[in-house]
């Protein structure tokens, strides 16, 4: 697209998401059941203003904190989470130019953002040790210009992006494959960029999280920016990617919910011995589903509060970074993870339960809501965010400052 996206403010672009997300519901379980990328949607999110909303207001942007963005997610993914997902990656990257980058690289970066252009995202690889081991490097060619060269998996974005960040190893000649983290920003295509379709993932199933090779791409140092340095010191990078995260399960989670009880309101028969005992005219009168359904709005509105609290907490650092308050922020965040994760679980298995035998017809996809929880649940294991909890209860022991917290 061309010229310039709408600036937005948090109340219209709290609006414009829950108006998108309804619009994007109406086909997301088609497109899910048919694996269609959902490339005219994703335009959409561009031309709205949305993917601009974080740029910073001193280079024309709305500036708009975690919290506003946390709620633009969660209603982009009670309509489909994958196009809640899709654009994650993107505010990581716009964030990490907010944290180290030039003034230079700012001005043109966001300049692009703010022209409706994306970022995708190369980073997590396949078959290393862990999910923060990295070889994909930036190695010199001796004339001011280096060359990328890796393979990324799990890719979110980068199909249908414009930019794609890449995090590698920024080496020298005399120590190849040490050098510290720094991400590359190269076009989505360039020579030497490949982006494959091949992601199969049970859920989630229309983010096209494939592979990206990398193969002699050549890189001009001012389309390079540090990574590493993000860590030296409080920072609230990690706690920020891992709200957005948050956010999409809650959304995942409140889909599940309202589409359950619109089937049981207007599909389910009522159980036999319930209309035999109670008198029920509707299977929604069942006291056994009226109970269960209580149950699955109380973890759902629990896990939306913590978002929002979460949220908050992430805006507070910002304003006044310290170890304190970045750990206060990660250990707020962890909460929310949790607890959205376990909400978005138990509905989407649960719905089956109180909906009966014909919600688990094929052709409902009423499944997909769980195998969205369960595939996008997995990116980071709730159980690691209520051991920092506990640590934080029983000793006052703040998290780890990296990236996942």
Same mark, same amino acid.
Request: net charge negative.
């Given at each position: 697209?061309?010229?310039?996206v709408p600036?937005?403010t948090?109340?219209?672009?709290?609006?414009v998401a829950?108006d998108l997300?309804?619009?994007?519901?109406?086909d997301? *379980?088609?497109r899910?059941?048919d694996?269609?990328?959902?490339v005219?949607e994703l335009?959409?999110?561009?031309?709205?203003?949305?993917?601009a909303?974080t740029v910073?207001?001193s280079?024309?942007g709305? $500036?708009?904190? @975690?919290?506003? &963005?946390?709620?633009v997610?969660r &209603?982009?993914?009670a +309509?489909d989470?994958s196009l809640g997902? #899709?654009?994650?990656?993107?505010f990581?990257?716009v964030?990490?130019?907010? !944290?180290?980058a030039?003034?230079?690289q700012?001005?043109?970066?966001?300049g692009e953002v703010?022209?409706?252009r994306r /970022? +995708?995202n190369?980073?997590?690889?396949? $078959?290393?040790?862990?999910?923060?081991?990295?070889?994909?490097? &930036?190695?010199p060619? %001796?004339?001011?210009?280096?060359?990328?060269?890796?393979?990324? +998996?799990?890719?979110? %974005?980068?199909?249908?992006a414009?930019?794609?960040?890449?995090?590698?190893?920024?080496d020298?000649?005399?120590?190849p494959g *040490?050098?510290?983290l720094?991400? @590359?920003?190269v076009?989505?295509?360039?020579?030497?960029v490949?982006v494959?379709?091949?992601?199969?993932g049970?859920g989630q199933?229309?983010?096209?999280?494939?592979t990206?090779?990398?193969?002699?791409?050549?890189v001009t *140092?001012d389309? #390079?920016t540090?990574?590493?340095l993000? /860590?030296?010191g409080?920072q609230t990078?990690?706690a920020?990617?891992?709200?957005?995260h948050?956010?999409?399960?809650?959304g995942i989670a409140?889909a599940?919910l309202?589409?359950a009880?619109?089937?049981?309101t207007?599909?389910?028969?009522p159980?036999?011995?319930a209309i *035999?005992e109670?008198?029920?005219?509707? !299977?929604?009168d069942?006291? &056994?589903?009226?109970q269960a359904?209580?149950e699955l709005?109380? $973890?759902?509105?629990?896990a939306?509060a913590?978002?929002?609290?979460a949220?908050?907490?992430v805006d507070?650092a910002?304003?006044?970074?310290s170890a304190?308050?970045a750990?206060?922020?990660s250990?707020?965040? @962890?909460?929310a993870r949790?607890?959205?994760?376990q909400a978005?679980l138990?509905v989407?298995t649960?719905?089956f339960?109180v909906s009966?035998?014909?919600?688990?017809?094929d052709s409902?996809?009423?499944h997909?809501h769980?195998?969205?929880a369960?595939?996008h649940t997995?990116?980071?294991p709730a159980?690691?965010?209520?051991r920092h909890?506990?640590h934080?209860?029983?000793?006052?022991?703040?998290p780890?400052?990296?990236?996942?917290?």
């Amino acid at each position: 697209m061309s010229g310039r996206v709408p600036v937005l403010t948090a109340d219209e672009a709290v609006a414009v998401a829950a108006d998108l997300g309804e619009r994007f519901a109406k086909d997301a *379980a088609t497109r899910d059941s048919d694996r269609v990328l959902p490339v005219a949607e994703l335009d959409q999110l561009s031309e709205s203003g949305l993917l601009a909303v974080t740029v910073p207001a001193s280079y024309g942007g709305a $500036g708009l904190g @975690a919290g506003s &963005l946390a709620e633009v997610f969660r &209603l982009l993914s009670a +309509g489909d989470p994958s196009l809640g997902q #899709i654009p994650h990656s993107h505010f990581v990257y716009v964030n990490a130019l907010r !944290h180290q980058a030039t003034p230079e690289q700012q001005a043109f970066l966001f300049g692009e953002v703010l022209a409706g252009r994306r /970022f +995708g995202n190369a980073q997590s690889e396949v $078959g290393t040790r862990h999910v923060r081991d990295i070889r994909t490097a &930036l190695t010199p060619l %001796g004339d001011g210009t280096y060359s990328l060269d890796g393979v990324k +998996g799990y890719a979110t %974005g980068a199909l249908l992006a414009d930019w794609i960040p890449v995090l590698a190893h920024l080496d020298t000649l005399a120590d190849p494959g *040490a050098g510290p983290l720094h991400v @590359a920003w190269v076009e989505r295509h360039a020579e030497g960029v490949t982006v494959v379709d091949d992601w199969d993932g049970m859920g989630q199933r229309t983010t096209a999280s494939g592979t990206v090779r990398l193969e002699g791409v050549r890189v001009t *140092a001012d389309r #390079i920016t540090p990574w590493h340095l993000t /860590f030296d010191g409080p920072q609230t990078y990690g706690a920020f990617a891992q709200l957005l995260h948050a956010a999409i399960d809650a959304g995942i989670a409140r889909a599940a919910l309202t589409e359950a009880a619109e089937f049981v309101t207007t599909k389910s028969r009522p159980y036999p011995d319930a209309i *035999a005992e109670l008198g029920v005219e509707r !299977h929604a009168d069942d006291p &056994l589903v009226v109970q269960a359904f209580g149950e699955l709005e109380l $973890g759902v509105r629990a896990a939306e509060a913590l978002l929002r609290e979460a949220g908050r907490a992430v805006d507070a650092a910002d304003a006044d970074l310290s170890a304190e308050s970045a750990g206060a922020a990660s250990l707020a965040v @962890a909460a929310a993870r949790a607890s959205t994760t376990q909400a978005a679980l138990d509905v989407g298995t649960r719905l089956f339960e109180v909906s009966g035998t014909r919600s688990a017809l094929d052709s409902l996809n009423l499944h997909r809501h769980w195998r969205n929880a369960r595939t996008h649940t997995l990116h980071d294991p709730a159980a690691w965010k209520v051991r920092h909890l506990g640590h934080f209860a029983l000793d006052g022991t703040l998290p780890p400052n990296h990236g996942q917290l």
